[in-house]
């Protein structure tokens, strides 16, 4: 019967210590994921790897992507994605990413969140020169409910009012 309870202490210690030691990814292996789940067009995998609020971003993103051609997809998805630069101060990283496809190096902005890196991404960094409408009620979806409510209607777009 001891040798039992020895045998299962044993066990049950050895478990917490293996289940404990779990490999946290670090920025380069979350910068990385996160593009190629990008490059695949895989927006639920890649909102794993992003921040809350980076989540209508991505949301807008996928809008964006889906009006691309094939030829401009299969670009993408066939870019070679490097890691060329890395710089990790505390809760925060930039990862500097080299985009075969685009030539030219894009930083991924990052940040802790419950312990793991998360890409943390804004609207400026899909849309260039995005700037928030101020002095009204505008809020950050107003550009994702506009690009959701407009439709495509026999290959023109039909802008809303």
Not at 21 to 44: G, T, W
Not at 98 to 121: D, F, R, T
Not at 149 to 154: A, G, I, K, L
Request: a negative charge; charged letters at 20%; one cysteine or more.
């Amino acid at each position: 019967m001891t040798n039992f309870f020895r045998i299962m202490t044993l066990a049950f210690i050895t478990t917490m210590l293996l289940g404990s030691c779990k490999k946290r990814a670090s920025p380069e292996e979350v910068a990385l994921a996160f593009m190629h789940a990008i490059q695949d067009s895989n927006y639920d995998q890649a909102r794993e790897y992003a921040t809350k609020e980076s989540q209508q971003v991505i949301q807008i993103y996928a809008i964006f992507d889906g009006r691309r051609s094939g030829a401009e997809r299969e670009k993408i998805k066939n870019a070679k994605i490097e890691v060329v630069n890395i710089e990790e101060n505390g809760d925060k990283a930039a990862v500097t990413i080299l985009n075969s496809s685009a030539h030219q190096k894009e930083v991924l902005q990052m940040v802790k969140e419950n312990g793991q890196w998360k890409i943390s991404l804004t609207f400026d960094s899909i849309i260039p020169n995005y700037t928030p409408q101020s002095g009204s009620a505008a809020t950050d979806t107003t550009l994702l409910d506009q690009e959701a409510d407009s439709t495509v209607t026999n290959g023109a777009n039909v802008p809303v009012n």
